[in-house]
């Protein structure tokens, strides 16, 4: 059963706003992986699950993903000029 961009958008909503770890679900290959990323991160079970949904969300749902982590977080410049 797949579930709706909706439902899985309210379940990471926690961790939208955690640059950290939003950085982390970016860089993970899976949802499975991106729990694994978080959990070692923050050691908070909730977060985990969240990024796992963030996961999951970009996995099944990549425009809306987009919309809501518009740019990869791993691109940003370290220009100092």
Do not use: H
């Not at 070692?40 to 969240?50: G, L, M």
């Amino acid at each position: 059963m797949q579930r709706s961009f909706l439902e899985i958008k309210e379940r990471c909503a926690c961790i939208l706003r955690n640059k950290i770890i939003v950085a982390l679900v970016e860089a993970s290959s899976s949802p499975s992986a991106a729990y694994e990323m978080v959990f070692t991160e923050t050691k908070d079970v909730s977060r985990a699950k969240a990024g796992r949904w963030l996961a999951i969300l970009r996995r099944d749902y990549p425009a809306e993903y987009r919309k809501l982590v518009p740019f990869k977080l791993s691109q940003v410049s370290n220009d100092t000029a």
